[in-house]
């Protein structure tokens, strides 16, 4: 109803493996949040490749679903998108030493500042003779980037005087939650209490922004309290849940990524057959085996165990050590009815696995599935229309 299913190795006869991305699944996560949020801005964060989905072909899905900001970690992320031909503002936010803040000024990047920046961005600005747009972060809990509570007021105070002297203007107040998928958990009240207190402490310095924004996914979906001018949101963007007691289904919104390669071989063999790397798995009964040409060098978790694996609409479970290159699947049955060259997904289209299903079997968050899907695996970009969203 949904996925027109698309039937890649008809539509790509070379087709071996690939992550195929499908933007209209992006445009309605955009549209579904940016409906939620109202009348909040939307800020799509495509930093990491757009989480594993080539980051100029969410960025344009994003901007046609009605996003109003990219966001990215680094400077450099957000040049690419600029070299590529995105307008819209983007805000990059992880800055180091080395980063060229002369070139995100002249490229119109927005710069998220924590502390140290802000001299130095200063300083470009002063050279380019070109004023520095900047969102001052605070720390309100996470811990990882953004000023104290202690430093703020200073940090405030020169960003004031250098907004006076022209070299920069404040457009943003922003902070990062901790436990925001975790919606019961009091530190989001605490930390939303905190972020307050920062906007009120930046008033009195004469610094008050038009974009006050706090929300990741989470947050964007179960804290309306959060949503300020703008939330910035990922995970749900690509069309996976947050939460670990909700699904993207129950949130409205569709996988983007669908992760497909086919059977590369199919094998009998008698009971005690060992499987892969360690022997860390031997069947106890005569059984059929299926190898599957995607491994770690893919992103396919090597500690995952028992991950499901959908055969021809089937779904089974791999056995034994993902390797670099390849992992397999016990069919369960001498007699299984699969072939190589039959159609496998890991997860994602039609397959009823989720990458939380895969993060589940590897100990880890659907973010960093998708996330890691390998450089060697070709994303196939795809658009299963917008024929649904009518309904
Ligand atoms: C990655 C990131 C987001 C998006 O988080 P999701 O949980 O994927 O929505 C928002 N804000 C910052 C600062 C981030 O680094």
Same mark, same amino acid.
């Given at each position: 109803m949904s996925f027109t299913g698309a039937q890649p190795s008809a539509v790509h006869p070379g087709f071996e493996r690939a992550a195929i991305v499908d933007t209209a699944a992006i445009r309605h996560n955009v549209r579904t949040i940016a409906d939620y949020v109202r009348p909040a801005k939307v800020m799509v964060a495509v930093k990491a490749d757009g989480y594993g989905h080539g980051a100029l072909t969410t960025a344009q899905a994003a901007l046609e679903g009605g996003a109003d900001w990219l966001g990215t970690a680094h400077v450099t992320e957000a040049l690419s998108l600029r070299r590529a031909g995105i307008e819209a503002p983007i805000l990059a936010w992880l800055h180091t030493r080395g980063t060229n803040f002369a070139e995100a000024i002249e490229d119109h990047i927005d710069l998220g500042i924590s502390g140290w920046e802000l001299d130095e961005v200063a300083a470009a600005a002063s050279r380019l003779q070109t004023p520095a747009r900047v969102h001052l972060k605070i720390d309100t809990g996470l811990g990882r980037n953004g000023a104290t509570a202690a430093?703020?007021?200073?940090?405030? @105070? =020169?960003?004031?005087?250098? @907004?006076?002297?022209?070299?920069?203007?404040?457009?943003?107040?922003?902070?990062?939650?901790?436990?925001?998928? !975790?919606? *019961?958990?009091?530190?989001? *009240? !605490?930390?939303?209490?905190?972020?307050?207190?920062?906007?009120?402490?930046? !008033?009195?310095?004469?610094?008050?922004?038009?974009?006050?924004?706090?929300?990741?996914?989470?947050?964007?979906?179960?804290?309306?309290?959060?949503?300020? *001018?703008?939330? =910035?949101?990922?995970?749900?963007? #690509?069309? !996976?849940?947050?939460?670990?007691?909700?699904?993207?289904?129950?949130?409205?919104? $569709?996988?983007?990524?669908?992760?497909?390669?086919? +059977?590369?071989?199919? $094998?009998?063999?008698?009971?005690?057959?060992?499987?892969? #790397?360690?022997?860390?798995?031997? +069947? *106890?009964?005569?059984?059929?085996?299926?190898?599957?040409?995607?491994? #770690?060098?893919? %992103?396919?978790?090597?500690?995952?165990?028992?991950?499901?694996?959908?055969?021809?609409?089937?779904? #089974?479970?791999?056995? %034994?050590? +993902?390797?670099?290159?390849?992992?397999?699947?016990?069919? %369960?049955s001498e007699d299984a009815p699969v072939s190589v060259g039959d159609q496998v997904v890991l997860f994602g289209g039609e397959s009823g696995i989720s990458a939380a299903d895969w993060g589940e079997a590897a100990h880890t968050i659907n973010y960093e599935i998708i996330t890691r899907i390998g450089a060697r695996v070709p994303r196939i970009v795809t658009d299963s229309g917008d024929a649904t969203e009518a309904e």
């Amino acid at each position: 109803m949904s996925f027109t299913g698309a039937q890649p190795s008809a539509v790509h006869p070379g087709f071996e493996r690939a992550a195929i991305v499908d933007t209209a699944a992006i445009r309605h996560n955009v549209r579904t949040i940016a409906d939620y949020v109202r009348p909040a801005k939307v800020m799509v964060a495509v930093k990491a490749d757009g989480y594993g989905h080539g980051a100029l072909t969410t960025a344009q899905a994003a901007l046609e679903g009605g996003a109003d900001w990219l966001g990215t970690a680094h400077v450099t992320e957000a040049l690419s998108l600029r070299r590529a031909g995105i307008e819209a503002p983007i805000l990059a936010w992880l800055h180091t030493r080395g980063t060229n803040f002369a070139e995100a000024i002249e490229d119109h990047i927005d710069l998220g500042i924590s502390g140290w920046e802000l001299d130095e961005v200063a300083a470009a600005a002063s050279r380019l003779q070109t004023p520095a747009r900047v969102h001052l972060k605070i720390d309100t809990g996470l811990g990882r980037n953004g000023a104290t509570a202690a430093a703020w007021p200073e940090l405030t @105070q =020169r960003a004031y005087r250098y @907004q006076e002297e022209g070299l920069i203007s404040v457009d943003g107040i922003f902070t990062h939650l901790a436990v925001a998928d !975790e919606p *019961d958990r009091r530190e989001t *009240d !605490e930390q939303l209490e905190a972020y307050r207190q920062a906007l009120a402490v930046a !008033e009195e310095n004469g610094i008050v922004p038009d974009l006050r924004h706090v929300a990741n996914t989470p947050a964007a979906l179960s804290r309306p309290d959060a949503h300020f *001018d703008m939330v =910035r949101v990922g995970v749900g963007v #690509y069309g !996976e849940s947050p939460f670990a007691d909700r699904s993207a289904a129950d949130l409205g919104l $569709k996988p983007a990524m669908e992760l497909r390669t086919t +059977v590369a071989n199919v $094998k009998r063999v008698p009971a005690g057959q060992g499987i892969s #790397y360690g022997l860390t798995h031997r +069947v *106890d009964a005569p059984t059929a085996l299926a190898l599957i040409p995607l491994g #770690y060098a893919d %992103g396919i978790p090597r500690i995952a165990v028992h991950a499901p694996v959908s055969i021809n609409g089937h779904v #089974y479970r791999s056995a %034994g050590r +993902v390797a670099m290159d390849q992992f397999v699947v016990d069919l %369960g049955s001498e007699d299984a009815p699969v072939s190589v060259g039959d159609q496998v997904v890991l997860f994602g289209g039609e397959s009823g696995i989720s990458a939380a299903d895969w993060g589940e079997a590897a100990h880890t968050i659907n973010y960093e599935i998708i996330t890691r899907i390998g450089a060697r695996v070709p994303r196939i970009v795809t658009d299963s229309g917008d024929a649904t969203e009518a309904e």
